[in-house]
């Protein structure tokens, strides 16, 4: 079965500074992944998707994520980030099971 | 221009007194889902249904039921709430199963507190 790795629990950036959350996955064939958004007190937010194709994904909220087949990983990153950024961010994979989050990487923001 | 709504927002029980949470969603989606996630955890699927089709995960507890009487409704039973049963519940809506095709809809989900 697929799994994936959120190794940052929380991350602080300033406003205006660049960002890049990092998600691992284990999963011995081509995955399906994705990131999603939660703020709080709201459901989660689908950012982007990667099923094939250009290994660059753009998402929406300016985000974007890159898929490294040799690396497992699909990190997820943003220029210059805003202060309604913040948030709680999931990585997810769709293998042979239902979608697998992972845990999570909280993400504030300071003035 | 909600999508998927959950109620109620928060829910308190007893230990052991049945509660159900209630999803609804305006998008005539044929697959919803529910998932639990506890604090500082990632979302666990506990069960979904493709139009009246019910699909168990294998490790959700017999104690979680759920119903869906039509494609707009779905409810989450929990017979005998237990201390560990204390989380946020999430309900989704897709169209098809495949997820790697249709994206989840969530809703803002139902935070369960059991005394």
């Known amino acids: 079965a697929q799994s994936v790795t959120q190794p940052d629990i929380h991350i602080t950036v300033s406003e205006g500074a660049s960002l890049e959350l990092r998600c691992n996955y284990s999963y011995g064939a081509t995955p399906y992944l994705f990131w999603y958004v939660q703020s709080p007190g709201q459901g989660l937010q689908l950012l982007l998707k990667y099923f094939s194709g250009d290994t660059l994904v753009q998402g929406i909220k300016g985000f974007e994520a890159e898929f490294k087949r040799s690396q497992s990983s699909f990190n997820l990153r943003k220029p210059s980030v805003h202060w309604s950024d913040a948030a709680e961010y999931f990585c997810?994979?769709?293998?042979?099971?239902?979608?697998?989050f992972g845990k999570g990487t909280r993400l504030s923001v300071i003035a | 221009d909600a999508m998927v709504i959950q109620n109620p927002r928060y829910q308190v029980t007893q230990f052991g007194k049945p509660v159900t949470l209630s999803c609804s969603q305006t998008?005539?989606?044929?697959?919803m889902y529910w998932y639990q996630q506890k604090s500082s955890q990632a979302p666990k699927l506990l069960f979904h249904?493709?139009?009246?089709?019910?699909?168990n995960e294998a490790d959700t507890p017999d104690n979680f039921q759920s119903r869906r009487p039509n494609t707009s409704f779905c409810f989450l039973d929990i017979r005998s709430p237990g201390l560990g049963d204390a989380a946020m519940y999430l309900c989704?809506?897709?169209?098809?199963?495949?997820?790697?095709?249709?994206?989840?809809?969530f809703g803002p989900g139902t935070r369960l507190t059991v005394l």
């Open positions: 997810a994979v769709y293998g042979n099971t239902p979608l697998v």
């Open positions: 249904y493709y139009d009246k089709d019910f699909n």
């Open positions: 989704a809506t897709s169209r098809a199963p495949d997820t790697y095709t249709d994206t989840q809809y």
């Open positions: 998008l005539n989606h044929n697959v």
